[in-house]
């Protein structure tokens, strides 16, 4: 489960600054866990102490496990209208179709056996503020491909399934072409797709975290999702793991140690 966070650390610096170059170096001292890791890990959290729980009340859990995360470590890049959501006395879903709901639902394809399960925890995960029926699609394509990596589907199989179900214009789509004319996109629609291609068209885990990054655009949140399917399918390096450890504070830490040895090492 480190995946997203090394793609969110290294696309911290280009967000606002997108870079193309392949060869840019990864894991700089000017570089940073943003909002898109500060939700995973609620999620997380919210998975290590309440899955098995009836819906209402592990949605009403992750709830406020959100709004407690991002109250602890506010200064990390949130939405204005996620903000608002977590500021409200009343936390009413938004109608959001933004790719926050896609950044922060990798942990669902751990917890989950099968993929009717993955849907619905997918679901679970993101209603509570990306209700958008869009919002709530990135979601479950992100998830979907994670579970698929994760059970070693081939990555044609893959493509096929997000073609058939979610995206249909991924076939359409050209690395050289994005990189020169993509443009910082923050919905679902717009990013998630870009994000499932960079890992389709990849050849290990570096090569998608390189080229989800230098597409430009959303690079935080494109790198947390293409490199959240990256993980599953080509696994990630004693390093990068312990490099990305530095970046992360002792009680998150714990979080990602509790999640995996409850969800990944006793299910293998």
Same mark, same amino acid.
């Given at each position: ?26 894991? +700089? ?18 998975? =290590? ?38 500021? =409200?006395?009343? &936390? ?34 993101? +209603?509570?503020? &990306? ?37 249909? &214009? ?5 690395? +050289? ?18 994000? @499932? ?31 959240? @399917?990256? +993980? ?37």
């Amino acid at each position: 489960m480190y995946g997203a966070f090394i793609g969110d650390i290294n696309g911290s610096k280009y967000e606002f600054n997108n870079t193309h170059d392949y060869n840019f170096k990864l894991f +700089e001292d000017d570089m940073r866990y943003t909002d898109d890791s500060v939700l995973t890990l609620a999620i997380m959290d919210t998975f =290590n102490n309440f899955y098995g729980v009836d819906d209402d009340t592990f949605k009403d859990k992750l709830i406020t496990k959100l709004v407690d995360f991002t109250n602890n470590d506010s200064r990390r890049g949130f939405g204005n209208m996620f903000y608002s959501w977590v500021n =409200n006395y009343v &936390h009413l879903p938004y109608n959001s179709c933004g790719n926050g709901s896609g950044m922060r639902v990798s942990s669902v394809a751990y917890v989950s056996k099968k993929l009717d399960e993955v849907k619905k925890y997918s679901k679970l995960v993101t +209603e509570v503020t &990306h209700n958008h029926p869009e919002g709530i699609k990135g979601a479950e394509a992100i998830a979907v491909s994670i579970f698929l990596a994760k059970n070693k589907t081939p990555i044609n199989d893959i493509k096929d399934y997000i073609v058939k179900n979610y995206y249909p &214009h991924i076939l359409d789509m050209d690395y +050289e072409d994005l990189k020169k004319n993509y443009y910082f996109k923050a919905t679902c629609q717009d990013s998630c797709p870009e994000a @499932i291609f960079c890992f389709l068209i990849s050849t290990s885990f570096e090569d998608a975290l390189r080229k989800a990054i230098t597409i430009g655009g959303d690079s935080d949140t494109i790198a947390d999702m293409t490199c959240a @399917i990256a +993980e599953a399918y080509y696994g990630v390096s004693e390093e990068f793991k312990e490099k990305t450890r530095e970046y992360l504070p002792k009680r998150y830490l714990e979080i990602i140690d509790k999640f995996v040895e409850k969800f990944i090492n006793n299910n293998n």
